[in-house]
């Protein structure tokens, strides 16, 4: 074995990511964050109603909503012309037609207001989420017995990540505080 073959034993090891959960930084030009970012803010967002008690951060849905007291998505008002280029770039990285990702939900995440440990809904397919304004850390854990198997990506503006398979259907996933938006296009399953 020559030397070119050998790996580099200081190296930062890669974290190990579950199956099914891709990341990508950089995949949304910056000319098309800065768009994004200047529409979010003028949209009716509200707070987060889950079972009646309220989030602290806002959101809108279009396409498709959850309701949470009945179980099931109703159709809704159709996903804006503004937010089509980048449910574009989603779906491509997801390797699926636009149409596909039939929901987009908008989250503006104040400071101090983090996301919990959580699955999406099973009613929903492949999840697809762009990060915008500010990193955050995307965090990922599922029980290994009586212990946690964690892994954690830092999610930068303009990325994308992708839940599919395992990291769908068997990880959470939660996200601490701070001031970020996030756009987020899911499949109906």
Known sequence: MNHLEQGDLFAAAAPALPEGFRYEPEIVPAAMQTNLLQQIPLLPLKPFDFHG???????????????????????????????????????????????????????????????????????????????????????????????WQRAAVIAEPGSAYVLSGPARSEWEHSVPPQLRYSVTFREIG
Do not use: M
């Open 53 to 147: 008690f309220e989030g602290k951060r806002r959101v809108i849905s279009y396409g498709w909503k959850y309701d949470f007291d009945t179980q099931r998505v109703n159709r809704i008002a159709d996903i804006p012309p503004f937010l089509l280029p980048v449910r574009s770039i989603a779906a491509a990285f997801a390797g699926i037609e636009p149409e596909q990702l039939q929901q987009a939900l908008v989250t503006e995440y104040a400071p101090g207001s983090p996301i919990g440990w959580h699955r999406d809904k099973k009613v929903y397919g492949r999840v697809v989420g762009i990060s915008l304004l500010s990193p955050c850390t995307f965090r990922l854990r599922r029980r290994a017995g009586e212990k």
